[in-house]
């Protein structure tokens, strides 16, 4: 350490080893991964985003939703993210590859999202908006999420109701003559959640683990 | 390492009063971060229990607060306090004054108010959402610079040494200097300006966001604790033969830990099977720590109390972090707040236990006066302790029954919240109790800094005290 040169060298390798061990390894593995071209159904997958549903993304990120939510469904033997149904294969790099910033959340306050517009049963806007103004999921009567007003506007309506508007009830009736709009923020954040439907079987989102799962099935 | 000093007149020197100012300016700032950084993990806490709790605010989205909470945290507390530790300890180990002190009033204000424009941004709809680097893109550039000003002295206290050898408390000073603007430009390119593909982000992400713990915090902290333990127990360091290969293997093995949290994930197998193998690895760094300094446990004042819980957290914080990188316990506890738990014990328990240690030694070296109230430090260490034991508990507590029912699909998310809900009211008093600790801080700081200002204006008969009287004992 007395060898100043020689230290301040040995600092820069340590830093670029790291860097080159993980980051440039793993993009010389996946940065060229390019989208899957499926004969029978003449198309490719993943599909491209919608821009309303890129714009949506970035609202996404603004709001910091992946500090409670994640957008990866993880390997069959892990958790149980395929039984409650956030999607029926893994995540693969090949989903993310058309995402500008790819947010695969490091926490599950709430649950997963990768496929939201997947689900069964579906979810409609209508149902996401009103989630997302009153917190509560549509049928319950307790607040799971903090209900997000700021994305709505309450406007005086003016000649005929907004095609928009929430159709709210119980204690969130807009007062006499007002109606609940959402804003632009809060119609690009839905259509990204709907968009988010990684559904297609890639070659690769199939490598069932198959030495492993012979003696599960033996044991049954 | 066998630097004591028992004359008292060695006790402050040039050496301390040519960085007087700057290096309180630096301390300043970053205890006002941390109260704020404070407050809002309080927000933030309480909104998991409530959801409604202030929600009908943009500003004070859950996200939002999250976001703001971590820069603070990070850029605000963690980057001042343990730049004025760092250039303090590499100006008293070079053996003459630090030069162009200067450029740290520049670059501390620089990098203030970028952090605080940043925040804005934040606030109002920039964030990034990526961990550790949430502060949007466009004050990132001037943070990097306004590092550079603050480093200079530290490296021309390096350059210019008069010591013939280095000591431990040296090399990580250095190493965090140089260290966090390379990380920290490498990742704005790859994230911000030019991001790379897909899933290659959450790799990159990764990379940086354990790139700053064990390449630049981690270090910030080990520089106060390997030159404030010895000096306390007066006495060389057990096993320092071995200090060298445990830097090196932090600086080497850390960088590699940054797929630590992909286990399982739409990214190769092998990034989160060499992370795994790198925490373990990571094991010797902190199995030397603790022989190095463990002579610092349960003895001295306050101060070195302080560091000595923080050393011992920082040791936990990565036996625990290596045992949830395996795979089988990862299955449970990834994406829970087992994880936040352990980002906790590291950080809070383990970086700034041993920074506030660092302060409450350092001030009084710096000013020549002891602190304004000595109960107020001793009070300010139990209410620490006790904060950082509760939260820490709560956390885990709250974390492995949010694991156990994460793994039954038939659990709903909101039973779920019902579930952990006493252990998060519990990490929340937790938040509340630290943030009063912290408040104590404050005051405390303020008043003796005060004090020294209106005191310097007039010399001082004596100028030079025991040491014991420097520090608040509460032995």
Redesign the interface.
Known sequence: ??N?PL??F???V??T???A???LL??H???A?TPFYDENESASFPLRQPGVAARGQLV?????????H?Q?V??P????DL???WGER??????????????????????DLTNLGARKPAYDAEDLMKFLYT?M?PG?K?????????LFDERAIVGETSKLALNLTGGFTPAAGCQIVPTEGAQSLVAFLLSLNNTYDYPESRPMPVEKAKPEAAKK | MTTVQTNASHEVTAIDTAARWPLLLLIHASIKWLVLSGVLALIGSI??VQ??FL????IF????I??MQESIFIYGWAANAGLALALWILGRLGGSPLRAMNWVVVGTLAWNVALVLGLIGIAT???????FL?LPRYVQLLMVVAYGAIAVPGVLA??GRRT???FAAQ?YA??AL??FP??FS?AQL?LLWS??????????G??FSQ?IWT?WLAPLALAPAYYIVPKVTGRALPSYEFA?HSF?CL??V???T??R????????AW?AS??IVSCVLLLFHYFVVFMNLRGGLGRGSTASRLVAVGLLAYVLGGLVDAITAFRGVA?IT???FV??AQQQLALYAGFTLILLGAIYFAVPRLLGRGWFSANLVIGHAAIAFTGVALLVVSLLGAGWV?GHD????KIS??DI?IHTRPWLLAATAAQGILLLGNLLLLVNFLETACAGCCASATPTENPFREPSTMEATAS
């Open positions: 350490m007395k100043g230290f301040f040995g600092l820069f340590a830093l080893l790291s860097w061990g993980t980051v793993s993009n593995q996946l940065g991964l996404y990120a603004d709001l910091g939703c992946a500090s409670c994640t990866q993880r390997r033997d892990f958790g149980s039984a409650r149904g893994q995540s693969v790099a090949r989903d993310y590859i058309f995402q500008a910033r790819v947010q695969l959340g490091t926490s599950r306050v709430g649950p917190g999921i319950t307790v607040v799971t999420h903090p209900p997000c007003t700021y | 909104q998991l959801p409604v929600s009908t605010c943009a989205a859950h996200g939002r999250v976001a709809g920039d964030a990034t959402s990526i961990a949430q390096w350059a013939e050898g280095t090399w250095v190493a140089f260290l390379w990380l490498a790859m991001p790379v593909r897909g899933t290659l982000q959450a790799v990159a990764g990379w790139g390449l060298p090196w600086l080497v850390g960088g590699f940054g797929g949290h992909l286990v399982g994930g739409p990214v190769p990034i060499l992370a299955a990834q994406f829970t994880e936040v949010q994460l793994l039954d699909a998310f909101a919240a």
